[in-house]
């Protein structure tokens, strides 16, 4: 499994055994999603469905979830996510807000907003991974 990606012009160069053909889709995907107008609701409704659905034991207080780190509650929460919509929408608001800040490019962007677009991003690529949409080409079954 290779984690390292190459850019080519406009698009990480797709390899085998690699995720870089869904780091590409999930980039346009978040791109065309509407800019949300908070897109903490987005990532709210992912964890909700944890606390309905699978009865995790964790409360919003004050703006931010308690009880299971935010990214495995988002993770969780996004099984039910059709389409991956809601985090695209709130990745994409986690981009224009870093862009109304002047951050234009992801090394750029306030930490905290990089370490969680990058678990967004990080989410989606598993999921595309976990329900066989993603366009990573196991080694073992490359063509010769």
């Not at 999930?26 to 107008?37: F, K, L, V, W």
């Not at 389409?83 to 306030?110: C, P």
């Not at 967004?120 to 991974?129: F, G, K, P, Q």
Request: aromatic share 8%; net charge negative.
């Amino acid at each position: 499994m290779s984690w390292e990606v190459t850019w080519r012009i406009d698009r990480y160069e797709p390899e085998v055994d690699s995720f870089a053909g869904d780091l590409n889709e999930i980039i346009h995907q978040i791109a065309g999603s509407p800019r949300p107008d908070r897109y903490h609701d987005n990532e709210d409704r992912l964890a909700e469905r944890v606390v309905t659905e699978l009865k995790w034991p964790i409360q919003k207080k004050g703006g931010r979830w308690h009880g299971a780190d935010y990214q495995s509650i988002l993770e969780q929460g996004a099984f039910r996510d059709i389409g991956q919509k809601e985090l695209a929408i709130a990745a994409n608001g986690r981009v224009q807000m870093a862009l109304d800040y002047g951050q234009s490019h992801f090394d750029t962007m306030d930490d905290a907003h990089m370490t969680m677009l990058s678990a967004l991003m990080t989410i989606m690529i598993y999921h595309r991974d976990c329900d066989g949409s993603s366009l990573r080409v196991p080694e073992n079954e490359k063509s010769e």
